[in-house]
């Protein structure tokens, strides 16, 4: 059975187990994410006509499938950066494919890919580590705790934030993590006030840019 409160380093993810909103795929992501934090696994995917697929060596992310625009009899990394964003589909423990968004960020100074679930709104980005292509075949470390340097939007949050706690009232001091309501009285813990100017400024709430 999982449990219903994570801890994560002195926070935590409170999950609602109902049947109305309880994602089994997200709490195992997030369960799994917790416990084994700062880990890098090899990838490496194969190009099968108009489509990039293959195998991750990790317990939690197992399989990565990528569509292309179209058939490639190779692909090089210029190609590919030029191609994204595409979408396409992540595997979780071989048993559920979710859909996936794979980008390209040059947040760290040089061009990355970064893969989200799209369905799967309180799971951030993870990126591709070492990555290395060669003719047809494709292999990297996904990173699922990239360090991601601060950039003009992240600036833009910090300065969102400070208008919403422009009085000592504003401030909830019981963070309970579920923002509605916060956002309902005008009354913001540190999580919800980050959560709500993240989606304000950027138009959508990522639990692994920097600011967060």
């Known amino acids: 059975m999982l449990p219903q409160t994570i801890h994560l380093y002195g926070s935590y993810y409170k999950m609602r187990i109902m049947k109305v909103n309880f994602n089994p795929v997200l709490v195992l992501i997030i369960w799994s994410t917790s416990i084994s934090l700062f880990s890098q696994s090899p990838c490496h995917l194969v190009l099968g006509q108009d489509k990039l697929v293959g195998e991750c060596e990790d317990k939690l992310f197992t399989g990565i499938e990528i569509v292309l625009d179209r058939e490639y009899d190779k692909i090089d990394s210029a190609t590919l950066f030029k191609i994204l964003p595409k979408d396409g589909f992540l595997i979780i423990q071989k048993k ?24 799967l709104p309180r799971v951030g980005w993870y990126t591709f580590d070492s990555l290395s292509i060669t003719d047809r075949e494709i292999n990297f470390l996904i990173d699922k705790d990239p360090d991601v340097p601060f950039s003009n939007e992240d600036l833009e949050i910090i300065a969102h934030v400070k208008k919403l706690f422009k009085d000592p009232l504003n401030w909830n001091k019981n963070d309970d993590r579920r923002c509605q309501d916060d956002i309902k009285n005008d009354t913001y813990s540190f999580f919800c006030a980050l959560q709500t100017a993240s989606i304000n400024v950027a138009g959508e709430y990522n639990h692994r840019n920097a600011v967060m």
Do not use: C, N, W
């Open 96 to 119: 559920h494919k979710i859909a996936a968004q794979f980008v390209i960020t040059e947040r760290a100074g040089f061009p990355q890919i970064m893969l989200k679930p799209t369905d």
